[in-house]
T-cell receptor
Framework: GAVVSQHPSWVICKSGTSVKIECRSL??????MFWYRQFPKQSLMLMAT?????????EQGVEKDKFLINHASLTLSTLTVTSAHPEDSSFYIC?????????????FGPGTRLTVL | QKEVEQNSGPLSVPEGAIASLNCTYS??????FFWYRQYSGKSPELIMS????GDKEDGRFTAQLNKASQYVSLLIRDSQPSDSATYLC???????????FGTGTRLTIIP
């Protein structure tokens, strides 16, 4: 299989603090990972594409200085929500594409539920 | 026109019947097509991928692709209450690793 984990699974923080979310591919290498956000009863919204060893590519309307992405290894990407506010409360989900063998299938992590008080 | 369109539902199907989920896409050059299942409060889970015209079967699930009509569907045979979820159709536009998702169809299997 292709297993993707996320940590933490849920987090509650105070407004103004920063929160880091980790996304790991457990049994495969992933050159490319994606970060999504999903509000209740809404569709997945792609935030950014994370590429190992290079800068992330952000979707239009997503603030790169607020949502910091680091993809330092072939199995780990991190998303840091800086100076979080209540409107950032959401379900954050990552996905990863297997590098070897090459495939275009995205495997999703279990998600991280962020609540900002 | 949306790039990937699905009927949002809800679609209600009696237990044991066949559930049919449909999806159309606008980019004729798309090559890769996926169905994901998402339970409430959970992340999407891959059910099927399909790349060639025709049918692809995996257990109770059958994906159907018709590139000429730009149409992909998912059939669920012998529907079970545990199949109740939102089903997301996703398409890879050509030359793009990103997925374009439909808004999802909410399926309810009635015992």
């Amino acid at each position: 299989g292709a297993v993707v984990s996320q940590h933490p699974s849920w987090v509650i923080c105070k407004s103004g603090t920063s929160v880091k979310i980790e996304c790991r591919s457990l049994d495969f290498q992933a050159t490319t990972m994606f970060w999504y956000r999903q509000f209740p009863k809404q569709s997945l919204m792609l935030m950014a594409t994370s590429n190992e060893g290079s800068k992330a590519t952000y979707e239009q309307g997503v603030e790169k200085d607020k949502f910091l992405i680091n993809h330092a290894s072939l199995t780990l990407s991190t998303l840091t929500v800086t100076s979080a506010h209540p409107e950032d409360s959401s379900f954050y989900i990552c996905s990863a594409i297997r590098t070897i063998p090459s495939t275009d299938t995205q495997y999703f992590g279990p998600g991280t539920r962020l609540t900002v008080l | 026109q949306k790039e990937v369109e699905q009927n949002s539902g809800p679609l209600s199907v009696p237990e044991g019947a066949i559930a049919s989920l449909n999806c159309t896409y606008s980019d004729r050059g798309s090559q890769s097509f996926f169905w994901y299942r998402q339970y409430s409060g959970k992340s999407p889970e891959l059910i099927m991928s399909i790349y060639s015209n025709g049918d692809k079967e995996d257990g109770r699930f059958t994906a159907q692709l018709n590139k000429a009509s730009q149409y992909v569907s998912l059939l669920i045979r012998d529907s079970q209450p545990s199949d109740s979820a939102t089903y997301l159709c996703a398409v890879n536009p050509p030359g793009n690793e990103k997925l374009t998702f439909g808004t999802g169809t909410r399926l309810t299997i009635i015992p």
